[in-house]
């Protein structure tokens, strides 16, 4: 079994079995949670600039599918795991995780032990890091992970966005004839959704409640975006630090009251920097499908799927303009606000799950809601 | 939504005596949610009928009650304790069943008892088959297709249409009992016989056949503000037609992607909505076609399960706890997750490590029982291993069986592949292993099993570098192929034998190597924030989380997995040791493998390890804590197996010397001292041959007990009245050899059997318990009911007893606990069997006492005198009088013999408290399951030397007013004696017979007795109808006796209950 090694700048180094390209990549080094859904994860653009682990011992086992991918490639620079399946078993299943990833380029060590990784992260912070399947040498992985640029002040968003517009119509297909979707409610709402690297389940959700989707590049006017008369515009999720956004912020706050707006994750952030808040760094993130965030409007607690490294501080917000909506109950952090004056509210997390909990669906409901009576 | 002060007194009843299909898992939720509720400032109440139960210790609730678990008991309990609630979903399908009848016979109203938990109406849904089938279509979760039916009529019309294989499962019967799957139109008929006999409403339902279908678990819990967390998903290793209680299962599911497992988290969480769960937690049951995805629900349970036990253990969230506060109206994130401190308790845990559940059986105790297992669960307890891969926690969670036999060293049959992996028993596992070894492929163990290929390939994987292995030598061998060999979970003992050598060389090599193992903590949460609660499993990773402290520590070896002998009341023990430490200012370290028990509570222990009890764990555990102290006599027999290679180790074993504990079990030895010590035992020899075995006998006297030297399957002992049994014995029944000679002991004919626990610190004794057996010597003592205070025992045979244990304790520099067995035949005390550690009836006494005897017992082990616990000396007084009665799988098994004899076959105990024996009997009877009938017939059939007595009896019977009925000897010994009695045929003489009345319904208690030699087909025919039947059979005449004084007891004696706070504050007061 050929190897491959993880090494982070800090100098630690961990070595395993290589399972996928026969490559070199770096990247932040992250962990997730999350028990299901790792193909999901793979191609999750909100990924990108980003070295993956996998707190899941067992990876693999129900291979990948064309159905659950959430962009049309994996995003992930890299993966770590303790253990990839050497055979895939699902009845869905198309293709085995490992040559996906291999396909795309993407190295993978495994056989690590990912939880003191894991535990290292937790203490130290998130850092960055060169997953090889090439070099032999740690110390040099060790140099080169120094060498590569910080996640803070990347604008990664427009590196992944689509180049052309696009429309969107497909809905959420049952993934067995047991599963209960509702057939799609007729289109009624156009929607134009910014891509900062969405995921497709967004967009299928979005279709489910009765939107017709027209996804635009990152850094389109709020003036062409208005000249498509969306009956709202939605902010997607995307990978890096918010702060460097700052067309993108300044077109949102260009769209405020113009039209309704609602954004997931990063769009929550670069939501939250229109409305004059601040973003920062957490020390780890939020990346798994388990977290409990309270509404604070109905009282009710959802477990929700999460993938962010940035956090808007809600201390920084204008509680005459905005009103916190959710928050988080592990750690307290801000998950959700709307606006006082206009028509637009947004959360961290994901409500499209996928991977994760259905527990938020009804967000995009409310979207509806808000074009409805903003019509 | 904070706690409800509205209510002050809660009720909680327990599930009563450990059978199959309910066992010790419903005392670590009654526990968890009587320590929860009482520490939210609660006054407890608690009923069950076990006394081997940790909830039912005195101090756990405000007021305990062993007492029968029907109605009328409840009803008297509720008079006088007047609760504000009734919790009714941590007690099992027992506790939840008594509810309901509680709250429709309008109990609950009369004395304003309010139903916490789940309402009436929520259960009755979930439990119904039909309306929760109703209730499902209604939020679009589909069924297999099914039917109730009343009749077999019914049945074969029905079967006929949904075609063949189909399910029969009768309504409400614990884990199964009386189904089965039909094949064909015979299997039909017999089964449907049996549900419609077993079930209490006589109802069976047919259903479509999933054979073969992934099956999977979720553990929900909801709150009063609807809050929906699921704790757990398991998948089932054995596809669908295994009940899950006899399949090997997985947390968390392995082979299904988010997409397939958020439909079936959303299925689960409607179907909690719907049937209507206020508060708590429930299970609920999918499978899937592994072809099309096509998933169906297959039922819920409203309450704490089996399933939760596991579910609480493999993540490290404590359901049962949690289910009560959210009973009495906590919201699930106004709750604290104990582990991270930080968190709140409203999150679905994530793991990263696989954990196992394999069942364990005991099919050898019970000879023809079917070993085949379908939809009723046969297993008798349960082991559970976590592990950072499914490979590494399925090789540990074997070990953990104790089968007695090395995986891997099991006799297999190549010619049996094919029939063992198609139809499941419990070898399936290891022939899946032998077919690979054999050369079998992937695909065609699949095409026979229907299990996962993702499950099986895992297995091929091992197997695989199991043949690498062998190609390598302890000294070839590399550490990263040593590194593999461990993370894969293989054992040290399993490379010794490959590589022809010791296992404790391996170890050292491995040592020598830097290849350690580490520890892993349970942190719910897979790392993401840090654990404060050192819950541990090993691993072969690169950084250990065990963090051991500088504190003074002692480390208890639990008992491992439930089985017939060593069950819940060494688990009471292990717990005791562990709070008895915490109070000595003594960090507890708790080793167990059972996900069952109370034991594996993260927090009854200061520290958990939750691993095998074999040499390699615990010396592992031990490199890393270095104990102070580590206990191995309250566990039972597991750990006393491991104390002698410890202490060679150089552990520090506290307590009796295990060369002592080993002494009192060689017969040699202990037939020394008992000689030097001047005490008498029955007189005895050994055998090699058949002349040899005659010439003993002759020379003790007839009759003999003839057993081997170990016991091994069933027949293990026989009683022999005559030479020919002695010479048919020894040519047939057994295999001897010069090591292992056929042992041979006068048997004590008539005598009654007494059993003692005693306490002692190397200078003092004190006597805990003097027990009285019901049954003659020659029953189990664990099969046979007994009774505190001894009833029938004169004072100088009493003194002796008592100066007896003394001296043995003395003998045997006993420090803690010791059992001593005595049978008193004419005046005569003989001494039958010594074990100086603690015994199956530990529990029983401590609680007919009101002295916890494993907390004095650990006090003492750390040097304590007894006299700084108790002023008492002697033997504890007894106020009450207190019946423990066993529990008897044998519905589960039919076509198996159901007559008591020197094999213990009990899964479990109950308890009776009354004024007089004839109370606590009856009681412990109407708990054990076989209550005694008012008024009827009993019939009686003895053999020859039973005769004069059972006239005796028979007269008592005919005194309350019951006929009676016997078999031509008998009734012509019965008309002698001048008592009225029909002549009945037995089976092979003709019809009708005591069976077709027993079908009848024309008897209502048998008594039967046998000589002890192999039973006749038509005694086992009469017991066996009887038990089918419900109609308590009754083997001894002691027994039948006892059996009279308890009826006498019901017409006179009004229902009464008593606390065990009461009885002990009488009994403070009098001392």
């Known amino acids: 079994m050929p190897s491959a090694i993880l090494a982070l700048e800090d100098g630690s180094v961990f070595k395993g079995s290589s399972f996928g390209a026969s490559a070199e990549r770096s990247g932040e080094v992250v962990f997730n949670t999350a028990i299901t859904g790792y193909q999901e994860i793979f191609t999750d653009p909100s990924y990108a600039g980003q070295i993956v682990i996998l707190t899941n011992p067992q990876i693999g086992n129900y291979g990948t599918n064309a159905a659950d991918n959430e962009s049309s490639r994996p995003y992930i620079e890299g993966l770590a795991v303790r253990e990839f399946s050497s055979i895939t078993s699902n009845w869905r299943s198309d293709e085995e995780a490992r040559a996906f990833l291999g396909e795309h380029g993407i190295p993978v060590?495994?056989?690590?032990?990912?939880?003191?990784?894991?535990?290292?992260?937790?203490?130290?912070?998130?850092?960055?890091?060169?997953?090889?399947?090439?070099?032999?040498?740690?110390a040099k992985l060790v140099e080169r992970a120094r060498q590569i640029p910080t996640m803070a002040g990347l604008d990664l968003a427009s590196r992944v966005s689509t180049a052309e517009p696009y429309e969107w119509s497909k809905p959420v297909e049952p993934c067995s004839p047991s599963e209960l979707v509702a057939p799609p409610l007729e289109p009624r709402y156009h929607v134009v959704a910014y891509d900062f690297g969405i995921k497709q389940n967004i967009l299928r959700r979005l279709v489910q409640?009765?939107?017709r989707v027209t996804v635009v590049p990152a850094l389109t006017s709020a003036e062409d975006v208005l000249a498509l008369k969306p009956d709202g515009v939605f902010l997607s999720n995307g990978p890096g630090d918010p702060e460097p956004l700052e067309t993108q912020v300044s077109n949102v706050r260009r769209l405020l009251g113009k039209t309704p707006v609602f954004g997931i994750c990063l769009g929550h952030q670069i939501l939250g920097l229109a409305v004059g808040g601040r973003t920062y760094k957490l020390k780890f993130g939020h990346r798994g499908a388990n977290h409990p965030v309270i509404n604070k409007v109905t009282n009710r607690v959802e477990i929700t799927s999460h993938n962010h490294g940035f956090a808007v501080d809600p201390d920084s917000l204008n509680s005459n303009d905005v009103e916190i909506t959710h928050m988080n109950l592990n750690d307290q952090t801000l998950e959700g606000f709307r606006h006082r004056h206009y028509p637009a509210f947004c959360v961290q997390y994901h409500p499209e799950a996928a991977p994760g909990p259905h527990d938020s669906h009804y967000l995009f409901d409310d979207f509806v809601k808000l074009m409805a009576s903003e019509h | 939504m904070p706690r409800r002060n509205d209510l002050h007194r809660?009720?909680?009843?327990?599930?009563?005596?450990?059978?199959?299909?309910?066992?010790?898992?419903?005392?670590?939720?009654?526990?968890?949610?009587?320590?929860?509720?009482?520490?939210?400032?609660y006054e407890v109440v608690l009923v069950n009928s076990n006394p081997a139960t940790i909830m039912t210790d005195p101090n756990l609730a405000d007021r305990t009650y062993i007492e029968p678990l029907t109605r009328p008991y409840l009803e008297e309990i509720i008079r006088r304790e007047r609760p504000d609630a009734l919790l009714s979903t941590v007690g099992g399908q027992t506790g939840l069943n008594l509810s309901v009848d509680l709250a429709e016979a309008g109990v609950l109203d009369q004395y304003g008892v309010e139903l916490i938990g789940a309402k009436i109406d929520a259960i009755k849904k979930a439990e119904d088959r039909l309306l929760f089938k109703d209730a499902m279509r209604k939020i679009g979760l589909e069924t297999p297709r099914s039917k109730l039916v009343k009749t077999e009529a019914e049945a074969l019309e029905f079967a006929e249409r949904i075609g063949y294989p189909c399910i029969l499962r009768p309504s409400f019967?614990?884990?199964?009992?009386?189904?089965?799957?039909?094949?064909?139109?015979?299997?039909?008929?017999?089964?449907?016989?049996?549900?419609?006999?077993?079930?209490?409403?006589?109802?069976?339902?047919?259903?479509?056949?999933?054979?073969?279908?992934?099956?999977?678990?979720?553990?929900?819990?909801?709150?009063?503000?609807?809050?929906?967390?699921?704790?757990?998903?398991?998948?089932?290793?054995?596809?669908?037609?295994?009940?899950?209680?006899?399949?090997?299962?997985?947390?968390?599911?392995?082979?299904?992607?988010?997409?397939?497992?958020?439909m079936m988290r959303d299925g689960a969480i409607r179907c909690l909505r719907e049937i209507g769960v206020d508060t708590?937690?429930?299970?609920?049951?999918?499978?899937?076609?592994?072809?099309?995805?096509?998933?169906?629900i297959i039922e819920m349970n409203p309450r704490v399960s089996r399933s939760s036990a596991l579910a609480s253990k493999a993540t490290g969230f404590p359901i049962a706890k949690i289910a009560a506060k959210l009973a009495v109206g906590y919201r699930l994130d106004e709750i604290r997750n104990d582990i991270t401190r930080k968190t709140p308790a409203c999150f679905e845990p994530t793991i990263d490590y696989v954990v196992v559940k394999i069942p364990k059986w005991q099919f050898e105790k019970f000879p023809g029982a079917d070993p085949t297992l379908g939809t009723q669960m046969k297993s008798v307890g349960e082991v559970m291993a976590i592990g950072r891969t499914f490979k590494q926690a399925l090789w540990k969670g074997l070990r953990s069986l104790e089968t007695g036999k090395a995986f891997g060293s099991e006799k297999l049959d190549k010619s049996l592949i094919p029939q063992k992996l198609i139809t499941p028993t419990p070898d399936r596992l290891n022939y899946i292993r032998f077919a690979f070894e054999s050369g079998y492929t992937a695909d065609e163990i699949h095409e026979m099993t229907a299990i996962d290929p993702w499950f099986l390939r895992q297995i091929e994987e091992v197997i695989r570098l199991q043949g690498e292995l062998q190609k390598e030598s302890l000294?070839?061998?590399?550490?990263?192929?040593?590194?593999?060999?461990?993370?894969?979970?293989?054992?040290?003992?399993?490379?010794?034998?490959?590589?022809?050598?010791?296992?404790?060389?391996v170890r050292e090599k491995r040592k020598a190597l830097g290849v350690v193992a580490v520890f892993n903590r349970v942190d719910t949460c897979s790392a993401e924030f840090e654990s404060f609660t050192p819950y541990l499993y090993s691993s072969y990773e690169s950084v250990s989380e065990a963090d051991p402290t500088d504190r003074k520590k002692v480390m208890i070896l639990g008992s491992g997995p439930n089985r017939i002998g060593q069950g819940i009341e060494f688990d009471y023990c292990c717990c005791h040791a562990s709070f008895a430490l915490q109070e000595l200012d003594c960090e507890s370290i708790m080793v167990n493998c059972n996900p069952e028990t109370v034991s594996t509570d993260y927090d009854t222990s200061d520290r958990l390890y939750f691993e095998p009890l074999t040499l390699e764990h615990v010396l592992n555990i031990c490199d890393t804590e270095k104990p102070d102290g580590l206990i191995v006599q309250f566990g039972g027999q597991t750990p006393l197996t491991l104390a002698l290679p410890l202490k060679r180790q150089g552990v520090p074993i506290i307590g009796t010397d295990p060369e002592n504990i080993d002494l009192a079990e060689d017969r040699k030895l202990f037939g020394k001292l008992l000689d030097d010590l001047g005490i008498p035992a029955p007189e005895n020899?050994?055998?090699?041959?058949?002349?040899?075995?005659?010439?003993?006998a002759r020379r003790i006297g007839y009759p003999v007990?003839?057993?081997?030297?170990?016991?091994?399957?069933?027949?293990?002992?026989?009683?022999?009245?005559?030479?020919?049994?002695?010479r048919e014995y020894m040519r047939e029944a057994v295999s001897f050899s010069q090591e292992r000679p056929v042992l041979i002991d006068r048997f004590l004919e008539d005598a009654t059997e007494v059993d003692v626990d005693a306490l002692s610190d190397g200078d003092d004794v004190l006597i805990a318990g003097i027990m009285e057996h019901i049954e003659e010597a020659g029953v189990h003592s664990g099969d046979s009911s007994c009774v505190l205070p001894a009833q029938s025992i004169p004072r100088r045979q009493l003194d002796t007893i008592e100066d007896y244990t003394v001296r043995l304790a003395k003998a045997l520099h006993v420090i803690g606990l010791m059992n001593v067995q005595y049978a008193i035949q004419n005046g005569t005390v003989y001494v039958l069997e010594v074990n100086p550690r603690a015994s199956r009836t530990v529990p029983y006494v401590s609680k007919a006492t009101g002295v916890p005897l494993p907390k004095i017992a650990v006090g003492l082990m750390l040097g304590k005198h007894i006299r700084d616990f108790t002023d008492a000396t002697g033997v504890l007084p007894v106020l009450q009088d207190f019946v423990k009665s066993p529990v008897f799988p044998f519905n589960k098994f039919p076509g198996v013999d159901p007559a008591l004899g020197p094999e213990m076959r009990s899964t479990g105990e109950v308890m009776g408290v009354g004024a007089n024996f004839g109370e606590a009997f009856a009681k412990a009877q109407i708990s054990a399951g076989t209550p005694l009938p008012d008024t009827g017939t009993v019939f009686i059939s003895v053999n020859d030397h039973h005769k004069p007595e059972a006239a005796d009896v028979a007269r008592r019977f005919a005194a309350l007013g019951f006929k009676l009925v016997a078999t031509r000897g008998t009734a012509a010994s019965l008309r002698a004696a001048g008592l009225t009695c029909k002549t009945v045929f037995k089976v092979n003489e003709g019809r009708p017979n005591a069976v077709d009345l027993l079908k009848a319904g024309a008897i209502q208690l048998a008594v039967y007795t046998t000589a002890g030699a192999p039973a006749f087909f038509d005694e086992k025919a009469i017991r066996r109808s009887a038990v089918m039947h419900r109609v308590p059979c009754i083997t001894t005449l002691s027994g039948a006796r006892a059996a009279a004084e308890a009826m006498a007891a019901r017409k006179r004696d009004p229902i009464r209950v008593w606390s065990l706070q009461e009885i002990h504050a009488r009994e403070k007061a009098t001392a």
Request: aromatic share 6%; glycine share 12%; charged share 25%.
């Open chain 2, 475 to 505: 000294d070839t061998v590399s550490k990263d192929t040593l590194v593999s060999a461990k993370r894969f979970g293989i054992s040290d003992a399993q490379l010794a034998r490959t590589w022809g050598t010791a296992e404790l060389t």
């Open chain 2, 173 to 262: 019967t614990l884990g199964g009992t009386g189904g089965g799957i039909a094949y064909n139109r015979e299997d039909l008929v017999e089964i449907i016989e049996r549900g419609l006999a077993l079930s209490p409403v006589h109802e069976v339902l047919i259903e479509e056949s999933v054979l073969g279908w992934k099956e999977f678990e979720l553990e929900v819990m909801r709150d009063l503000a609807d809050n929906v967390i699921i704790i757990c998903s398991i998948e089932n290793f054995d596809p669908m037609g295994v009940h899950t209680g006899d399949s090997i299962t997985v947390a968390p599911a392995q082979t299904l992607t988010d997409r397939e497992y958020q």
């Open chain 2, 685 to 696: 020899g050994s055998a090699t041959s058949a002349e040899e075995a005659c010439a003993i």
């Open chain 1, 109 to 138: 060590v495994s056989d690590l032990d990912t939880r003191a990784l894991v535990r290292h992260l937790r203490t130290r912070g998130v850092m960055r890091g060169v997953l090889s399947a090439v070099e032999s040498d740690g």
């Open chain 2, 280 to 296: 708590g937690g429930s299970n609920v049951q999918f499978a899937i076609d592994p072809k099309t995805g096509r998933m169906v």
């Open chain 2, 705 to 726: 007990l003839v057993r081997p030297s170990y016991v091994l399957g069933g027949r293990a002992m026989v009683i022999a009245y005559d030479e020919e049994t002695v």
């Open chain 2, 10 to 41: 809660i009720l909680i009843i327990g599930s009563g005596p450990i059978v199959i299909g309910q066992a010790c898992e419903f005392d670590y939720s009654g526990t968890q949610a009587a320590k929860a509720l009482r520490g939210d400032g």
């Open chain 1, 209 to 211: 409640v009765g939107c």
